[in-house]
Nanobody, 133 residues
Framework: QLHIEESGGGLVQPGGSLNLSCEAP????????IGWFRQAPGKEREGVSC????????VYADSVKGRFTISRDNVKNMVSLQMNDLKPEDTGVYYC??????????????????????????WGKGTLITVSA
């Protein structure tokens, strides 16, 4: 079982920025497609952004296009999500998910089924982001 760890969450004011990181201590992520998914309070999980194993392909949810940037460094074994111009509606728990290219089908999609579909294989515990003045 791949152990996923997210970091970088916290409290930020509207218009602010945060950078989330996703790592897999003791394992390598370079063979996995990676996605960020989120769950706002009282709402269902939704896709945010995904990146292919090579980093050559990315997908963004319509709600975050132009504000969020996903990237990966397979040497450092890390995937990042740079979030700019944060809005209160970005508040939620953000999950890093490792899986197959099938997860691209859920990157701009809501709600994510529970249990998660095949391809969204390994979930971190999530990191909380709160956007509030």
């Amino acid at each position: 079982q791949l152990h996923i760890e997210e970091s970088g969450g916290g409290l930020v004011q509207p218009g602010g920025s945060l950078n989330l990181s996703c790592e897999a201590p003791g394992s390598t992520l370079d063979s996995y497609a990676i996605g960020w998914f989120r769950q706002a309070p009282g709402k269902e999980r939704e896709g945010v952004s995904c990146i292919s194993s090579s980093g050559g392909s990315t997908v963004y949810a319509d709600s975050v296009k132009g504000r969020f940037t996903i990237s990966r460094d397979n040497v450092k074994n890390m995937v990042s999500l740079q979030m700019n111009d944060l809005k209160p509606e970005d508040t939620g728990v953000y999950y890093c998910v490792a899986g197959t290219i099938l997860l691209f089908g859920f990157c701009n999609y809501s709600p994510i089924p529970d249990p998660p579909p095949y391809g969204l294989d390994h979930w971190g515990k999530g990191t909380l982001i709160t956007v509030s003045a």
